[in-house]
């Protein structure tokens, strides 16, 4: 029997390197938001997007029915002024209004919750 071609290992190889190094990127991440305080903040939803999950980047893509969708927000807060980004779930996507002022629960770079002030 033959051995196998050395650049198929090679390329075997790398890709277990990437696989683990971004599992342990998320878990280093997962970790410090575990251990960071949760935050009140003052902030305005200043615009939202959806997405589909694989985000294949093709101009003749079609959005599939049932295809996973993955959500982000940008607030910008008002007390400091800087803009932050966060990946929200779908209901909570859906109940963000652009332009909503309220206050916005963050624990490290997780969204928690946004309460919009009363009219």
């Known amino acids: 029997m033959s051995k196998p071609p050395l650049i198929f290992i090679i390329v075997l190889a790398i890709i277990a390197v990437l696989a683990s190094r971004q599992f342990i990127k998320q878990r280093r991440e997962?970790?410090?938001n575990e251990a960071a305080p949760m935050r009140l903040l003052s902030a305005e939803v200043k615009s939202k997007r959806e997405f589909p999950s694989p985000n294949r980047r093709s101009r003749q893509r079609e959005v599939i029915a049932g295809e996973e969708m993955r959500y982000e927000a940008w607030f910008h807060l008002l007390n400091d002024g800087s803009d932050i980004k966060l990946t929200v779930t779908a209901n909570d996507y859906h109940q963000l209004d652009k332009g909503a002022k309220?206050?916005?629960k963050v624990q490290g770079s997780r969204f928690?919750?946004?309460t919009p002030d009363a009219p």
Do not use: R, S, T
């Open 30 to 32: 997962n970790a410090a």
């Open 102 to 104: 309220g206050e916005l």
């Open 112 to 114: 928690i919750a946004f």
